[in-house]
């Protein structure tokens, strides 16, 4: 499931990250990895809070949807 319809407060673990290459590696420099630990912390609008190698970042909708859980 993408990351947007993960439960906040729930650890899950990254699956697949789809999209460009550039896209990717974008992801990957945030700490989006196969295998990686994310944490949704808050759901406001349009973004996603999310916690990631003990880092907190926001994301877009549409990017986090890139993000399979």
Do not use: C, H, Y
Not at 16 to 44: H, P, Q, Y
């Amino acid at each position: 499931m993408p990351l947007t319809m993960a439960v906040s407060g729930q650890e899950n673990i990254v699956k697949k990250i789809s999209g460009k290459d550039e896209t990717r590696r974008f992801l990957a420099s945030l700490g989006f990895v196969e295998g990686g630990s994310v944490t949704v912390i808050s759901k406001m609008g349009e973004n996603i809070i999310v916690n990631v190698k003990d880092t907190r970042v926001a994301l877009s909708k549409s990017m986090a949807s890139r993000i399979m859980v």
